[in-house]
T-cell receptor
Framework: NAGVTQTPKFQVLKTGQSMTLQCAQDMNHEYMSWYRQDPGMGLRLIHYSVGAGITDQGEVPNGYNVSRSTTEDFPLRLLSAAPSQTSVYFC????????????FGSGTRLTVV | DAKTTQPNSMESNEEEPVHLPCNHSTISGTDYIHWYRQLPSQGPEYVIHGLTSNVNNRMASLAIAEDRKSSTLILHRATLRDAAVYYCILRYWSGGGADGLTFGKGTHLIIQP
């Protein structure tokens, strides 16, 4: 199993550009979520999904959009990149229910200049 | 959301047991106690979780106080590879509701050779 795959691993954007961070999982997990981690900080939840067609906002959703058309994929879209969005982004997935742990991807390091 | 309190950092020697404490005095009956760790430059990794009873797996043990207001992650024999930030997280479960993880700053575990 590949687990949770994030692409790209690194990206540099200019202010105002848009882009999509890709996330795919092959474990048939219902739950998927996106987090950002700024230097020296814990992770903060951006958006999450409990299944195909269902998404909701987390703690820091402004400037980001998500959609969940399939169980496997959960892309994160930056609408108009800003320097404040410079961060490391992690995607995670989990089975429904509180018993299982989340599996995280290896992250995308994004720099907005 | 119920919050957790962890020491900012702890230091231990290689091949010795490590006890990482976590206080969660406002925990509710539907909160599961989860532990994750994050190695440098990697995504978080699920370690263990529990509800009321102590739990063991191949990575660690989780000791939960009888009143559930605190817990301790136990690494039985620390290695240099266990040096990481350890996060104690309460995962709310409403029997069908959505969830995401709320990360604090965690405990930075330093292992001395």
């Amino acid at each position: 199993n590949a687990g949770v795959t994030q692409t790209p691993k690194f990206q540099v954007l200019k202010t105002g550009q848009s882009m999509t961070l890709q996330c795919a999982q092959d474990m048939n997990h219902e739950y998927m979520s996106w987090y950002r981690q700024d230097p020296g900080m814990g992770l903060r939840l951006i958006h999450y999904s409990v299944g195909a067609g269902i998404t909701d906002q987390g703690e820091v959703p402004n400037g980001y959009n998500v959609s969940r058309s399939t169980t496997e994929d959960f892309p994160l879209r930056l609408l108009s990149a800003a320097p404040s969005q410079t961060s490391v982004y992690f995607c995670a997935s989990s089975y429904a229910g509180p018993g299982g742990g989340y599996t995280f991807g290896s992250g995308t390091r994004l720099t907005v200049v | 959301d119920a919050k957790t309190t962890q020491p900012n950092s702890m230091e231990s020697n290689e091949e010795e047991p490590v006890h990482l404490p976590c206080n969660h005095s406002t925990i509710s009956g539907t909160d599961y106690i989860h532990w994750y760790r994050q190695l440098p430059s990697q995504g978080p990794e699920y370690v263990i979780h529990g509800l009321t009873s102590n739990v063991n797996n191949r990575m660690a043990s989780l000791a939960i106080a009888e009143d559930r207001k605190s817990s301790t992650l136990i690494l039985h024999r620390a290695t240099l590879r266990d040096a990481a930030v350890y996060y104690c997280i309460l995962r709310y479960w409403s029997g069908g509701g959505a969830d995401g993880l709320t990360f604090g700053k965690g405990t930075h575990l330093i292992i001395q050779p």
